[in-house]
């Protein structure tokens, strides 16, 4: 269960307020669910908790009530915002338009011990996260949290980017909450990117934990980090995932946005018109959660495929987890992951080798001339064959790889790898080709969704032929796709070999 440390700290808050204002909370019930007091010029003073407010006293704040928080708290920065040192307390100015303050949101800062236990897995995977969630939800409270867990627990090198000091509290040593992190501030909000780059370049962070991503750059910013191989945990302006895809700004978290024209029997096949959208590049974040509430977290494990159904008009299905008043962890909704419908190549062309010869296809129950229709037009170096003597490889369809098939049986004689398509179709037959010669205008949801097809048979394969099975090529993003896939599917999987042949190896569960 989640330990709050609040109580021995608020007092701390409490004591830069004036005497009138904490004279009426002192007579409240309860101060230790205090969220915030706010104090603004010629209105009651109000006192805020999680379903309620309640006024202080019947005498409106005065300039000088205003003027008694400033100078005790710490200096104000050029987000409006000032701390209480060696703690996580937050008070922010709305000021007039002379610049002069005239109003104050004094907010309790909380460190909570065990907040992360519902979604420590997530958290510990190594993969990127996105925290989303409304205002005052408690997404910093997971983030601040999520760097003791990864410092101390873990042993990572963890770098806080600490815009408002707010993550680890007001001051040049930062809070204990953070564990063993190493805490970066930020001297103006429009340099949190520079920041979040420099951490990179100059201090060989293992994970970098940051607050509020709300600009481009910033977006920018987190693109790179994640491309260089550190763990990225942040929060984003938006409630829920569709909000950051709808975000002009943000969307290139998620993958982006871009209108692909299909042919017209592609649009035919996906019963879809020509022009629509679809994700323009792999996300950010692999995984999102949202905070529903205080205890309950949706959980997209898979940001990629979630995007992709949404763009889709589909409503993608995360896992709903909730932690009960017992400090019990309940998943009300289990996280299905869904492989494509879409064509598949099941085994590895890492196993032929001979890159810069014709690739010699053997179709099985694949339609010859389609096959030939689409190698000339892909210009791709590969020819059909008539016996799989002399084959490098076997196509064929998924109805045709059961166990114990003809197909099998051949390809198992000769060790030679087989590849699957869904149906005998020639849209697909293109699309295997494509992705087989990595022709260059194979889309990035295409690339994928092969990738992650291939997994799926690759794990059948694993397991009825007691062995080992190679993947295709990938880089290093996609790789990563396919070793997530494995482990939700009870597979071991490593990578092996060199760039650019570097691929995924999964072994029998």
Avoid at 222 to 227: L, S
Avoid at 257 to 263: A, H, M, P
Avoid at 396 to 419: D, W, Y
Wanted: some cysteine; proline content about 5%.
């Amino acid at each position: 269960m989640a330990k709050d440390t609040t109580k021995p700290e608020i007092e701390k808050l409490l004591n830069i307020l004036p005497p009138k204002i904490l004279k009426g909370i002192a007579a409240q019930k309860d101060v230790a669910k205090l969220v915030e007091v706010v104090l603004d010029l010629g209105c009651l003073p109000q006192a805020r908790y999680e379903e309620n407010s309640i006024d202080l006293s019947d005498v409106p704040v005065t300039q000088s009530d205003i003027d008694y928080v400033v100078s005790k708290a710490g200096m104000f920065t050029a987000d409006n915002r000032a701390g209480i040192e060696r703690t996580l307390h937050r008070i922010s100015a709305i000021r007039n338009r002379t610049g002069k303050i005239v109003g104050l949101t004094a907010r309790v800062g909380r460190a909570v011990f065990g907040t992360l236990n519902a979604i420590a897995d997530v958290v510990e995977s190594g993969q990127n996260i996105l925290f989303l969630g409304p205002p005052g939800i408690g997404k910093t409270t997971k983030l601040r949290e999520a760097a003791r867990v990864l410092s101390d627990k873990c042993k990572k090198r963890v770098i806080v980017i600490d815009t408002s000091n707010e993550i680890a509290g007001d001051g040049d040593i930062p809070h204990p909450a953070i564990g063993r992190s190493r805490r970066m501030q930020v001297a103006t909000p429009d340099k949190q990117h520079a920041v979040m780059i420099e951490a990179v370049e100059n201090h060989m962070p293992q994970v970098i934990i940051v607050d509020e991503i709300g600009t481009e750059a910033e977006a920018l910013a987190a693109r790179t980090i994640a491309e260089r191989g550190v763990q990225l945990i942040g929060t984003a302006h938006g409630t829920a995932l569709e909000n950051i895809l709808s975000n002009p700004t943000l969307s290139d978290l998620v993958g982006g946005i871009q209108t692909v024209i299909l042919s017209d029997e592609e649009a035919k096949r996906r019963h879809t018109q020509k022009a629509i959208l679809e994700r323009k590049a792999p996300p950010t974040f692999d995984s999102a959660v949202e905070i529903r509430a205080r205890n309950t977290f949706a959980i997209y494990f898979d940001v990629a495929s979630a995007i992709d159904k949404l763009l889709r008009k589909e409503v993608p299905k995360p896992e709903i987890r909730v932690v009960t008043d017992a400090g019990e962890v309940e998943v009300t909704q289990k996280y299905a992951f869904e492989m494509s419908d879409v064509d598949l190549s099941a085994a590895p062309p890492a196993e032929f080798s001979k890159e810069a010869e014709t690739v010699n296809i053997y179709p099985f129950a694949v339609n010859v001339s389609h096959l030939e229709a689409a190698i000339e037009s892909l210009g791709v170096p590969a020819s059909v064959v008539t016996s799989v003597s002399d084959a490098d490889l076997v196509l064929t369809i998924k109805s045709k790889m059961k166990h114990g098939e003809k197909v099998v049986r051949m390809a198992g004689e000769h060790n030679i790898p087989v590849h699957v398509i869904r149906n005998n179709v020639p849209s697909q037959i293109r699309r295997f080709l494509k992705y087989f010669f990595k022709v260059q205008d194979v889309s990035y949801v295409e690339q994928e969704e092969l990738a992650l097809t291939e997994v799926e048979e690759a794990c059948l394969r694993a397991q009825n032929e007691k062995r080992p099975i190679d993947l295709s090529p990938q880089n290093a993003y996609v790789r990563r796709l396919q070793h997530q896939a494995c482990r939700r599917k009870g597979f071991k999987s490593e990578s092996i070999g060199q760039e650019p042949r570097r691929r995924v190896r999964i072994y029998p569960s």
